[in-house]
């Protein structure tokens, strides 16, 4: 009887991994920003101010990350930050003054949204190769479903017990279930138990350690156009999503619709994004990863493009829509081209680079829009902006060749541009 592969078991873990970023994630900060800002006795600017370098600095926890990865392996360095995030989380729950905030609001962004999320996409990629795409989509599958758990949760904790209860039970959380399960299950790739990649026989005459260095260098990654199409075309999403995030109650506002639409958008972007994921990782397999990351962009700006016009619940539910497609899309593709186009010798160090400018997006997107809203009265002049730029680079991607690492063995569907 042939047993399961045991990458599967590392997808699983993978996918909570990212679900414990939230506490340094905009959209999960968001959760608490109301009930914090009243008991810490600050104002919004300044708190915008203070997430705003936060993010910038966190992004440095991306960089870094993708070196302790390649050289000491997941398992080591997953339980190391999940115990840290555990520990910053447990911490920022007791702060009590703004100097305390911005160090624990630096913290969470840097070794949540940044070291934590590079080390769960760096774990599919070290375990998948033949079947990477079909991992990374189902990984992307089990993080939506995980946040759309999680939100409500944490929602409800904030809610009923407060701020503080609630970031206090999210470092609990991390403590008695991730970091256990990082140290368990967690292997550093298929050679650590003598299999190959998607449950082969692992070679003779260290066929296996031969694998781990076929690909590209961080530098031979950075001098590709694909590395910036890929990277620039994710960040470009997570600018408009957390901007928009950030400022959707006061976007649809000004768009005349009340605060119960804002949550109907919500629900509409959560459920159209799972659809993103599935029809994502549908597509990875036979469309070329270039040219799908062209149709997810086209998605995303025709969406950016028609917020500032919306003027129907229909429209503001297509908008939605649009948005939570391209954006599942992109998604998968973020989660799947790194090891699928640069290969494993530096995989860490790439996805961190990648990971970086993302992050540096998330915390651009908020700023450009308030500055807009502030110079214009309104946001429209900068969802016009992002929507052409995001358009530039779509017509981009859909140009651009993709290269094919020295000792690379991946399918030709992934090296096609």
């Not at 959760?31 to 997430?51: F, H, K, M, Q």
């Not at 999503?241 to 919500?266: D, H, P």
């Not at 919306?310 to 297509?318: C, N, P, Q, R």
């Not at 140009?399 to 020295?406: D, E």
Request: proline share 4%; net charge positive.
């Amino acid at each position: 009887m042939t047993r399961p592969y045991y990458g599967w078991a590392i997808v699983g873990v993978a996918a909570l991994a990212m679900v414990g970023t939230l506490p340094g994630r905009t959209q999960g900060l968001g959760l608490v920003t109301e009930p914090l800002i009243a008991d810490i006795g600050i104002d919004r600017v300044t708190y915008a101010s203070l997430n705003f370098w936060a993010t910038l600095v966190g992004a440095l926890g991306a960089l870094g990350i993708g070196r302790l990865i390649d050289r000491f392996g997941a398992r080591v360095v997953l339980t190391m930050v999940a115990g840290a995030l555990a520990v910053i989380v447990g911490v920022m729950s007791q702060v009590t003054t703004v100097l305390m905030l911005a160090v624990c609001l630096t913290a969470t962004r840097a070794v949540g949204q940044g070291a934590l999320s590079v080390i769960s996409i760096a774990m599919i990629g070290a375990w998948f190769k033949a079947r990477l795409n079909m991992a990374m989509a189902i990984y992307s599958i089990a993080l939506s479903i995980g946040f759309m758990a999680a939100f409500p949760a944490v929602g409800t904790i904030v809610a009923g017990l407060g701020w503080r209860t609630a970031w206090l039970t999210i470092a609990i959380a991390l403590g008695v279930v991730l970091v256990p399960l990082a140290w368990l299950v967690v292997r550093r790739g298929p050679e650590d138990i003598g299999a190959w990649p998607d449950g082969g026989a692992a070679p003779a005459a260290g066929a296996a350690t031969a694998f781990s260095h076929e690909g590209f260098t961080l530098g031979e990654a950075l001098a590709t156009p694909a590395f910036w199409i890929f990277a620039i075309g994710s960040a470009l999403y997570g600018l408009a999503a957390s901007g928009i995030g950030l400022f959707n109650e006061s976007i649809l506002r000004e768009r005349g619709f009340g605060y119960e639409v804002y949550y109907q958008t919500l629900a509409v972007t959560a459920m159209t994004g799972l659809t993103g994921n599935f029809l994502g990782g549908w597509l990875t397999r036979r469309v070329a990863l270039a040219r799908l990351m062209a149709i997810a962009l086209v998605v995303l700006a025709g969406g950016v493009a028609a917020l500032p016009h919306v003027s129907s619940l229909a429209g503001v539910m297509i908008w939605a829509a649009a948005m939570g497609v391209g954006g599942g899309i992109v998604m998968v593709l973020f989660f799947s081209v790194w090891p699928a186009v640069f290969g494993r010798r530096e995989l860490g160090r790439i996805q961190g680079a990648a990971q970086a400018l993302t992050v540096l997006g998330s915390a651009i997107g908020p700023l450009l829009l308030a500055w807009c809203a502030d110079a214009t009265g309104s946001y429209a002049a900068m969802f016009r902006i992002l929507a052409a730029i995001i358009s530039v680079v779509a017509v981009a991607a859909a140009t651009v060749s993709l290269p094919v690492p020295s000792r690379d063995a991946e399918p030709a569907a992934h090296r096609a541009g």
